[in-house]
């Protein structure tokens, strides 16, 4: 700055180009590399495509439409997982069994191709079945078999997505499950008080199955934070690559792994235990003690589940002054999502702020 023969006009514009530039020095200083990682359908994606609406850049409706098949599978699969079941159940003795009438079609809904198409004269037939009692019932063994955790969302709305014409809506993208494959990023360019870029973060996402696994190692450089995801309601379920497996164990096993790991040594690590809307039904229903064998507090009880997985997690780390920030989620509640990303950047950004001296 400070030429001398420069006008008016000019010296106004070298003003702005060195605003400009100082802005983009700044840009250059706050981002962020945050990486998703947990088990198979923990939540990732979910959280994911929640921030990005809220903070990012909305949906478009062609994106949109590109979840349309998978919302139908996704319906398909859960009404014939529920029509298999049902009788496997009621061969054990439960009182799963259809009605007389549904018998012929519960048959025919079990041998259904996910493939197949799902229009109105899928939606009666599914809808009929959803109505008899033995469905409804065998939905209560749900953590018995592999089923869609938003199978009722989607029951509920299944009229609307029979329909010609139906184009799928944030809220149903949110309940669909598309099992992720490679990796995925969004960036997040968010804006201070003078409406300018501040801080970029870039938040990768990954697919969570034991098969996926090996693609994260691309990722693990220079994180600023890694975002661990772990589904609270898994502790009485297994997981969909392998039955034997119990969920939540799989999520602690593979936590002892990542925050241990030389490489987020000097990153942050926040614990998202997610999936608290169905926690909050199940252990109501479930005895955490008959799947979590080392747990000593009282069955049935919220607090008492909630501490003592935190503190599962957290005794795993070999490092004890490490910090974990932990958080209860619900990846499918827009206001736990913005506080979740609120707190996400408050912990990213106050760590780059101790370490240029200012806190
Ligand atoms: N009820 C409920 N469902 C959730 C929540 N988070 C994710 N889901 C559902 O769980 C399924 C798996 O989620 P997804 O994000 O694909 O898991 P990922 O494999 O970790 O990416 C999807 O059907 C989501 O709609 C939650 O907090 N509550
Ligand atoms: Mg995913």
Same mark, same amino acid.
């Given at each position: 700055?400070?030429?001398?023969?420069?006008?008016?006009?000019? @010296?106004?514009?070298?003003? =702005?180009?060195?605003?400009?530039?100082?802005?983009?020095?700044?840009?250059?200083?706050?981002?962020?590399?945050?990486?998703?990682?947990?088990?198979?359908?923990?939540?990732?994606?979910?959280?994911?495509?929640?921030?990005?609406?809220?903070?990012?850049?909305?949906?478009?409706? $062609? $994106?949109?439409?590109?979840?349309?098949?998978?919302?139908?599978?996704?319906?398909?699969?859960?009404?014939?997982?529920?029509?298999?079941? &049902?009788?496997? +159940?009621?061969?054990?003795?439960?009182?799963?069994?259809?009605?007389?009438?549904? $018998?012929?079609?519960?048959?025919?809904?079990?041998?259904?191709? *996910?493939?197949?198409?799902?229009?109105?004269?899928?939606?009666?037939?599914?809808?009929?079945?959803?109505?008899?009692?033995?469905?409804?019932? /065998? +939905?209560?063994?749900?953590?018995?078999? %592999?089923?869609?955790? /938003?199978?009722?969302?989607?029951?509920?709305?299944?009229?609307?997505? @029979?329909?010609?014409?139906?184009? #799928?809506?944030?809220?149903?993208?949110?309940?669909?499950?598309?099992?992720?494959?490679?990796?995925?990023?969004?960036?997040?360019?968010? =804006?201070? =008080?003078?409406?300018?870029?501040?801080?970029?973060?870039?938040?990768?996402?990954?697919?969570?199955?034991?098969?996926?696994?090996?693609?994260?190692?691309?990722?693990?450089?220079?994180?600023?934070?890694?975002?661990?995801?772990?589904?609270? &309601?898994?502790?009485?379920? /297994?997981?969909?690559?392998?039955?034997? %497996?119990?969920?939540?164990?799989?999520?602690?096993?593979?936590?002892? !792994?990542?925050?241990?790991?030389?490489?987020?040594?000097? &990153?942050?690590?926040?614990?998202? +235990?997610?999936?608290?809307?169905?926690?909050? $039904? =199940?252990?109501?229903?479930?005895?955490?003690?008959?799947?979590?064998?080392?747990?000593?507090?009282?069955?049935?009880?919220?607090?008492?589940?909630? %501490?003592?997985?935190?503190?599962?997690?957290?005794?795993?780390?070999?490092?004890?002054?490490?910090?974990?920030?932990?958080?209860?989620?619900?990846?499918? *509640? #827009?206001?736990?999502?913005?506080?979740?990303?609120? @707190?996400?950047?408050?912990?990213?950004?106050? !760590?780059?702020?101790?370490?240029?001296?200012?806190?």
């Amino acid at each position: 700055m400070g030429c001398m023969n420069s006008t008016p006009e000019n @010296s106004d514009a070298n003003g =702005k180009i060195e605003d400009e530039l100082k802005q983009l020095d700044q840009v250059r200083e706050s981002r962020y590399k945050l990486l998703l990682l947990g088990a198979g359908e923990s939540g990732k994606s979910t959280m994911l495509r929640h921030m990005r609406q809220i903070h990012g850049q909305p949906f478009s409706q $062609e $994106e949109l439409m590109d979840a349309l098949p998978h919302i139908r599978k996704n319906i398909i699969e859960s009404m014939r997982a529920l029509a298999i079941y &049902s009788e496997i +159940l009621a061969d054990e003795g439960q009182d799963t069994r259809v009605s007389k009438e549904n $018998e012929e079609l519960r048959r025919k809904i079990a041998k259904i191709n *996910d493939r197949d198409p799902f229009g109105s004269e899928e939606y009666e037939m599914f809808q009929q079945l959803w109505n008899d009692k033995g469905i409804q019932r /065998t +939905l209560e063994f749900r953590h018995r078999f %592999q089923i869609i955790d /938003t199978a009722e969302y989607l029951f509920a709305n299944m009229k609307r997505i @029979s329909e010609i014409g139906y184009i #799928p809506t944030f809220e149903d993208l949110l309940h669909s499950r598309k099992r992720s494959t490679g990796i995925h990023d969004v960036i997040f360019r968010l =804006k201070g =008080k003078n409406n300018k870029v501040t801080e970029i973060f870039q938040v990768y996402d990954v697919g969570g199955q034991r098969s996926e696994r090996k693609k994260w190692v691309a990722l693990f450089d220079n994180c600023d934070a890694i975002i661990f995801v772990a589904a609270l &309601s898994g502790f009485n379920q /297994t997981l969909w690559e392998d039955n034997r %497996q119990n969920n939540m164990k799989e999520a602690l096993a593979l936590f002892q !792994q990542i925050i241990n790991m030389d490489e987020f040594k000097n &990153s942050h690590a926040i614990l998202f +235990l997610n999936k608290n809307d169905l926690f909050t $039904e =199940k252990i109501k229903k479930f005895k955490l003690s008959d799947y979590l064998e080392d747990f000593k507090g009282r069955d049935y009880h919220y607090e008492d589940a909630i %501490q003592f997985i935190q503190q599962s997690f957290a005794s795993l780390r070999n490092d004890p002054s490490k910090l974990i920030y932990g958080h209860i989620t619900c990846a499918t *509640d #827009p206001k736990n999502v913005k506080a979740m990303f609120d @707190s996400m950047r408050n912990i990213v950004v106050r !760590q780059e702020l101790s370490q240029a001296g200012f806190v």
